[in-house]
């Protein structure tokens, strides 16, 4: 089944220990991103990759690492997590980057992070 | 940066009726506008696109207008069904790499 996995689905940390959501899509897709979703304030875009070890600062990058090193997966890092990351985080992919035309996004199921 | 503004927040319609959800973007660069629908517990999903070399575009019950002019876009919902019942998000890029989404409508079709 073509899909978006992310793991893990629900995570509660403390601030400051390190973390990793990862994200991994099965459909050959170029173009990969990841997204947080606050109450009131919609979806906001944090990281972006155009391809394998190309990626870019999306609206609100800071606090947030990632790395593309293989087409499939696109891990978020956080490095020293703060209350205010506390977020509903969605990683979403699309076959293309650019305009290609082929920019629909297919999300995954979200990962419902707490940092206390 | 870009700014999209979605209204309204909530919209409550009876079965059968039509829902307008509304959003307007402040860079004249953007260029693609996709509408996403996201259901309880779920990541969201698209449902129709619109780039600014068209005006409208329909898939059977969905719509979408742009005006580039005026700098807004519209969701058009006809016949609406309990099963249309969903947050809807519009969006907006330039690049088609950075994207830009409104705030949401939670739509509620009451049976």
């Known amino acids: 089944e073509a899909q978006v996995t992310q793991n893990p689905r629900y995570l509660i940390t403390v601030t400051g220990k390190k973390l990793t959501v990862t994200c991994s899509q099965n459909m050959n897709h170029e173009y990969m991103s990841w997204y947080r979703q606050d109450p009131g304030l919609g979806l906001r875009q944090i990281y972006y990759?155009?391809?394998?070890?190309?990626?870019d600062k999306g609206d609100v990058p800071e606090g947030y690492k990632v790395s593309r090193k293989e087409k499939r997966n696109f891990p978020l890092i956080l490095e020293s997590p703060s209350p205010n990351q506390t977020s509903l985080y969605f990683c979403?992919?699309?076959?293309?980057?650019?305009?290609?035309?082929?920019?629909?996004?297919?999300f995954g199921p979200g990962t419902r992070l707490t940092v206390l | 940066g870009e700014n999209v503004e979605q209204h309204p927040s909530t919209l409550s319609v009876q079965e059968g009726d039509s829902a307008v959800i509304k959003c307007t973007y402040s860079?004249?660069?953007?260029?693609?506008f996709p509408w996403y629908k996201q259901e309880l517990g779920k990541g969201p999903q698209l449902i129709i696109d619109?780039?600014?070399?068209?005006g409208e575009k329909k898939d059977q019950r969905i719509a979408v207008t742009l005006n580039k002019t005026a700098k807004h876009f519209s969701l058009h919902i006809t016949e609406t069904q309990p099963e249309d019942s969903a947050v809807y998000f519009c969006a907006a890029s330039s690049t088609g790499n950075q994207f830009y989404f409104g705030t949401g409508t939670s739509l509620t079709v009451i049976p």
């Open positions: 860079d004249s660069a953007s260029n693609y």
């Open positions: 619109i780039r600014s070399n068209v």
């Open positions: 990759s155009m391809n394998v070890e190309v990626t």
């Open positions: 979403a992919s699309s076959p293309r980057s650019g305009t290609s035309g082929y920019n629909e996004q297919f």
